[in-house]
């Protein structure tokens, strides 16, 4: 003879609530995980400071791409969430785009206004990616 006894609905009701809040529970810890990614992201992003040997770098860059028969190079990519503006401006192709920049690439932008520009360079920014339609990452590109 069995000890068992058979669920009854409120048993079963009950099962499905624990099991949708351990869903539920999960779900924040992923989000929680997610969002603790991002913050180290932006944060390594705003520390991030333009290298002394930058002038190497990128006289060894823009000399491989010229080669290549390119006339310009993506130098920085960066989610458009990183903009005052989540890239607005970038994407209208408003003229004021880089007073949007933070963090590294307001950096090298500034490094290219002081270090490149006298020297005839141009530099040019394009939203690259659209998840969802909508503005995702950002590229800085420099040409010549």
Known sequence: MSTSTLL??????????DAEMKKMDEEDEFAKKKRQQQDELRKAFTDRE????????VNNAVRIAAERG?????????PSTFC??????????D???P????????KAHDYFEKELRPLGFKVSAAI????????GDVALYLKW
């Not at 333009?50 to 770098?57: F, G, L, N, T, Y």
């Not at 390119?70 to 960066?78: K, M, P, R, S, T």
């Not at 007073?99 to 307001?106: C, E, V």
């Open 128 to 135: 690259v990616t659209w998840p969802d339609g909508l503005p």
């Open 70 to 78: 390119l006339q310009q190079l993506e130098v920085v990519a960066f």
């Open 95 to 97: 003229p004021d785009w």
């Open 99 to 106: 007073k949007t920049l933070t963090g590294y690439a307001k």
């Open 50 to 57: 333009v290298q002394p040997d930058a002038i190497d770098r």
């Open 84 to 93: 005052t503006d989540r890239g607005r401006s970038i994407n209208n192709g």
């Open 8 to 17: 009854r609905p409120q048993d079963l009701r009950q099962i499905a609530s």
